[in-house]
């Protein structure tokens, strides 16, 4: 039932390449006169797309290999801005601003995930997180330095608030307030901050989901993040966000629509909700949702990252090009 997420590996190399590249400067590689990472072209939209993507660096190897209908298949993907998600490993603030920086240069909005409570996923395939509640704060502080009061989303904590509302006992009291915390601190640099929620098939009771999020902090954060990593119908989670959205003052919500273009996995095959056959990519990342309430369909999880080694997957995060290629080409309107 739980959404799980991509693995959070180290990105410092990648981070500090990026801010000699954007965050000295201010100028794209683009702007330097220097080749971009790739040639697939971004879509149009606020959000930023990152040109040296997993999805884009495949796209121009099925290139190379003569895969020239799978590569035109997996720009779907490559195409589509999607978030990146920070965690403890490397620099945490040099990550942040090089993420940042790039996007400011290319005049667009990065999403971010913010992936690193204590005992994050409950112990399970993406199982880490800060030692203790002194380093998940300082994490927020490094995370809050990098934006630097830049435009920005982040996604608060995925599974953090829903898991001690359904299976991480004991928990609950103090991941409230880490998260409270955190919305605070990432609010005050800059960031529109949304604390990820579940979705529909995990925690039922939207009373409590919403008392848990007005203790979270939910109040001072822009609202609260749906469907993340999970394939739930647009229809199904809008009509949960509002029911929640209706207890807290009409908060708005985000969906993550990367992988719900078919809906839910029902088949045989457990668990349904790790890489499920048969699924799809959903509507790309666009504010014109036609809901005032719903702020935003967003790819949250990367279209193709493993949820976990599941029917003989490979670890959670790790870039899957097959099923990506399945999910690009199951897509009705990306």
């Not at 895969?67 to 978030?83: C, F, H, N, S």
């Not at 193709?304 to 599941?310: F, I, L, N």
Request: hydrophobic fraction near 35%; include cysteine.
């Amino acid at each position: 039932m739980s959404a799980r997420r991509r693995r959070i590996a180290s990105a410092a190399l990648a981070a500090m390449a990026a801010l000699t590249l954007a965050g000295c400067s201010g100028a794209s590689p683009e702007q330097q006169g220097q080749a971009p990472a790739t040639i697939v072209p971004a879509a149009a939209s606020e959000f930023w797309v990152d040109p040296g993507s997993t999805a884009a660096k495949q796209v121009e190897q099925w290139r190379k290999d003569g895969r020239t209908g799978d590569a035109a298949e997996l720009e779907k993907i490559a195409r589509q801005p999607v978030a990146h998600w920070i965690g403890s490993e490397g620099n945490t603030t040099d990550e942040t601003k090089g993420i940042v920086s790039q996007a400011k240069a290319a005049g667009r909005t990065p999403v971010l995930v913010a992936y690193n409570i204590p005992n994050r996923d409950c112990g399970q395939y993406s199982s880490g997180g800060a030692q203790d509640d002194d380093s998940y704060r300082g994490f927020v502080q490094q995370m809050a330095d990098g934006i630097g009061g830049a435009k920005s989303v982040v996604i608060l904590e995925p599974d953090a608030l829903a898991q001690t509302l359904s299976k991480c006992e004991g928990e609950q009291g103090g991941r409230e307030a880490l998260l409270s915390s955190a919305v605070k601190t990432l609010s005050g640099a800059g960031a529109e901050v949304y604390i990820d929620a579940g979705n529909p098939g995990f925690v039922t009771d939207t009373g409590q989901l919403a008392d848990g999020l007005r203790k979270s902090g939910v109040d001072q954060a822009a609202g609260f993040a749906l469907n993340v990593s999970n394939f739930q119908t647009n229809d199904a989670v809008e009509a949960y966000g509002k029911k929640v959205s209706d207890e807290i003052g009409g908060k708005k919500f985000v969906i993550d629509t990367s992988r719900n273009g078919n809906g839910s996995y029902s088949g045989p095959q457990q668990p349904t909700w790790c890489n499920p056959p048969g699924r799809a990519l959903g509507t790309p990342p666009t504010r014109k949702t036609g809901d005032s309430r719903v702020a935003a369909y967003l790819w949250i999880k990367e279209p193709g990252d493993s949820d976990g080694d599941c029917r003989g997957s490979p670890s959670a995060g790790d870039f899957m090009p097959d099923y990506a290629l399945g999910l690009a080409k199951a897509a009705k309107n990306s």
